[in-house]
């Protein structure tokens, strides 16, 4: 079962398409976020030309966070965003039949007002201690059986997810663990190691 949504390091270093063939190779992953800041649109498309490459051959959907207007030109599948990104309404109407994934913090009021725009999926956290989004909104445990009775589109939780924590969050329900630290970030293991801590 593919249960993970990997989200890419702060920067793309020379070893990573390497260490990113090897983490999917796994069959562990379903969805893979770039997720850059501050760079240019040129370089984003450069650098996802080469991970849709590495995802088409694993069976893995690529998507954006927040550049939703670079779907196209960087043939994700889709893309992620947060509630500054822009309307929830013009954005879904941007991606059309693509993978549409929202922020909802630790929010059931976003939720409900995320899903009257279809999104494929719903993310919540910060469960944990994120070094990743070390000021993101902290999420209660208990925020996900109210969820999931009132929703019922794939919920994803985020921040500071490790393979010490993980299995408490899908027992309560969630669908897909946001990781991203863990893997590329761990002083003691490889990215191909890390991810075999995931049963």
Known sequence: MRYIYLISPK?????FYKDLDEV???????????????LSKKKIIQISKKIKKITIKHNVKFILNDKYKLVKDTRADGCHVGQKD?????IKKFLNNKIFGVTCHNSLMLAKEAIKFRPTYLAFGSFNKSSLKPR???ANLKLIPKIKKKIKIPIVAIGGINNRNYKKLIKLGVN??????????????????????FI
């Open 136 to 138: 993101a909104i902290r």
């Open 24 to 38: 999917l190779s796994q069959k562990k992953v379903r969805y893979f976020q770039l997720r850059l800041k501050n």
């Open 176 to 197: 897909l663990i946001a990781i991203s630290s863990f893997i590329w970030d761990n002083p003691k293991l490889k990215p191909k190691q890390a991810i075999k801590k």
């Open 86 to 90: 822009g309307p929830l309404k013009e």
């Open 11 to 15: 920067k793309i270093k020379k070893n």
